[in-house]
């Protein structure tokens, strides 16, 4: 089951949100051990959580296997205060149709640490589904390179906005990709699953079934 959190009905999702800052905490803090982190009870928050954000995220039964934080860029955002200079080929996106992307995680127990399987595809479909449905131009997010490559593979839409900095498991580029039908109906083909991941997203708008090929499915 694929959630869509907000200021509007969070206190209905308490648990889960609660969930979702502990999974943070064990995989950015105990496993990734990224710096500068800060973790209340072991539960990884910071700045940005305060801003509004809208969570995405898949359920496995009482776990969350996978979760996406977006922040809407008429207000600060991760990549614009921490990560402006991997900005270099654009303009930084920004305005109330632009949203960053941030703390995109699937749980060690449904995936690996680079996270590209089918909850990491399943996960991406949905934030495209929603920026469709609400409007938004563009995404942007700091990922490492395996990652956009990954996207790229996948077919979605996505451009770097300047060189990548370091080197192995830690090379990340920050890119923008936009929301659109076309990412969707190529990540639907890709994973061979034509069901929307929202409701009220019409997968017919996006990908008919008459074109429908036959790539790999991803099941790992």
């Known amino acids: 089951m694929i959630v869509v959190v907000n200021e509007s009905n969070k206190e209905e999702y308490r648990e889960d949100l609660d969930k979702l800052h502990e999974l943070r905490h064990q995989v950015f803090i105990e496993q990734l051990k990224w710096p500068h982190l800060k973790s209340v ?20 039964g009482d776990d969350i296997a996978a979760a996406v934080r977006l922040n809407w860029a008429d207000r600060p955002t991760l990549l ?5 200079h991997l900005v270099q080929f654009e303009s930084l996106p920004v305005g109330s149709e632009v ?20 909850y ?3 996960l991406i479909c949905a934030v495209l589904e929603y920026g469709v449905m609400n409007g938004v ?4 997010a700091v990922v490492s390179t395996h990652f956009f490559s990954t996207l790229l593979q996948w077919g979605v839409e996505a451009y770097a906005l300047g060189f990548p900095i370091g080197q192995g498991r830690e090379e990340c580029v920050a890119f923008r990709g936009p929301a659109s039908e076309g990412s969707i109906a190529q990540l639907y083909r890709y994973s061979q699953n034509y069901a929307p991941r929202l409701a009220g997203f019409a997968a017919q708008r996006a990908y008919p079934v008459a074109a429908r090929g036959a790539l790999p499915r991803i099941t790992h």
């Open 80 to 84: 614009g205060d921490v990560f402006p």
């Open 120 to 122: 990491g595809c399943d």
């Open 137 to 140: 131009s563009d995404y942007t």
């Open 41 to 60: 009870n072991g539960r990884e928050y910071d700045r940005y959580d305060e801003l509004d954000p809208t969570y995405i995220y898949i359920k496995e």
């Open 99 to 118: 949203v960053d992307l941030s703390r995109f995680v699937v749980s060690p127990k449904y995936g690996s640490r680079e996270r590209m399987n089918r």
